[in-house]
């Protein structure tokens, strides 16, 4: 049980990279609003982003890490930092093609708390908001788990690319937690049956 909750620790939030960029642009399903002066850009933002999802769900990270720029930083759920597309991708081949990978796959979407907020002159945007994220490990079966993100995107030679994403869980609130305290549970009661036994077995000993 302790396995399975480092194992969350060291997944929770893998798949956010892609359903971060996505929930950037939630929502914008028509054509550019004219009265919103960055309209164009949300436009931009969904095609790209609906790509990166696909590829996610698909467990072909390369086409997101295409939309990283090279100094991108993914801070993930364990405290572990990505720089750039490159470390992005280890990561995601040691945890899920490695010989020692923990998943076999993962599923993930993502809902945006605001919309996007742009910042300077309109080539920054920044956006948060919550996960779900549905995880099939090789060790046991398969969990649903909830977290939040946060994330900037830049505008970079006229296109953007995902500057920094930080992705986060609630340590003390989710499924495999409730594993271990059930568990734990049934440990201390067998325990205290196997002390009653015990000392009614030494009663009747002594007694004989």
Known sequence: MWNSYMMLSSLSRLGG?????????????????????????????????HDVEDSINAQSLERMAARM??????VWANGEVSHGPKEVLDYYDRMLKGKDRILEKYLTKAKLSGPARFLGNGDVAIAEGTMEDEYFPTIRGPFKLEGKWTTTIAKVNGEWKVMHLHLSANVFNNVLIDEAKKALFMVGGGGIVAGLVG??????????
């Open 69 to 74: 720029d090279p100094r991108g930083v993914v």
């Open 17 to 49: 990279l892609a359903t971060i960029c996505v929930a950037l642009s939630e929502g914008q399903t028509s054509g550019p609003d004219p009265v919103d002066p960055h309209a164009a850009d949300r436009e931009q933002l969904l095609k790209i982003f």
């Open 199 to 208: 000392g009614w077995l030494f009663g009747r000993r002594r007694a004989s």
